[in-house]
């Protein structure tokens, strides 16, 4: 059988050069970059879309979005690179298959390596760019961020959509940052209630998504 199919080309024939990703090599500016990101990334309508939306074996969005800002390793702006870390994301909780990997590797580790194959792939094809003037890109100017945007409009609109008691529980949970178990204290309920509570406006959310 040969080596190279009748109409494919050897590597290396042809071939246009390859394009690549700039690095961050500056710690300034992967905070700056990750600060950016945090804008859109780490805001309660992000959270609420993911916690809404996270597949079984899928971390707490704090162990996320500790991984992701870990990741954070090109030197893109932060507010392109937030569309396609939210891309990656959703890829990952519809096509991540716990039953694969080594089963001693914790299931949420073994999401984690699924999401980062997601963004590796994803970020060739959408942040791939010749490198120039030094591997810096120019940044996109403040509030022209159409993912925040986006997001605002899809996780806004379900929650207004919600009943009066529904949006109180997800803005004091996401908004207000309030652990259910001080929710559930301040409202004078169990614990356990506000937890089935949540587990169910979080499943009308899914839907909705």
């Not at 704090?62 to 937030?82: I, K, M, N």
């Amino acid at each position: 059988m040969p080596l190279v199919e009748a109409d494919e080309k050897p590597r290396g024939q042809d071939r246009k050069p390859r394009r690549h990703l700039p690095r961050i090599h500056d710690p300034t500016r992967h905070d700056r970059i990750a600060r950016e990101v945090a804008a859109v990334l780490n805001t309660p309508m992000y959270r609420c879309w993911y916690e809404a939306s996270r597949c079984d074996g899928a971390p707490a969005f704090a162990h996320y979005w500790a991984y992701v800002r870990e990741s954070l390793t090109y030197d893109v702006p932060g507010c392109e690179q937030a569309g396609v870390l939210w891309q990656a994301t959703a890829r990952a909780f519809v096509t991540f298959d716990a039953s694969r990997g080594n089963p001693a590797t914790p299931i949420e580790g073994r999401f984690l390596k699924h999401w980062r194959y997601c963004l590796a792939n994803l970020a060739r094809k959408n942040l791939t760019r010749e490198c120039g003037n030094g591997g810096i890109l120019p940044e996109l100017a403040a509030g022209s961020d159409p993912f925040r945007e986006l997001l605002h409009r899809i996780v806004g609109k379900l929650v207004e959509g919600l009943s009066d008691d529904e949006r109180l529980l997800i803005r004091l949970h996401y908004w207000d940052d309030l652990p259910l178990g001080e929710i559930a204290r301040r409202l004078g309920r169990r614990k356990e209630f506000i937890c089935g509570r949540h587990r169910e406006i979080l499943a009308k959310l899914k839907g909705g998504l």
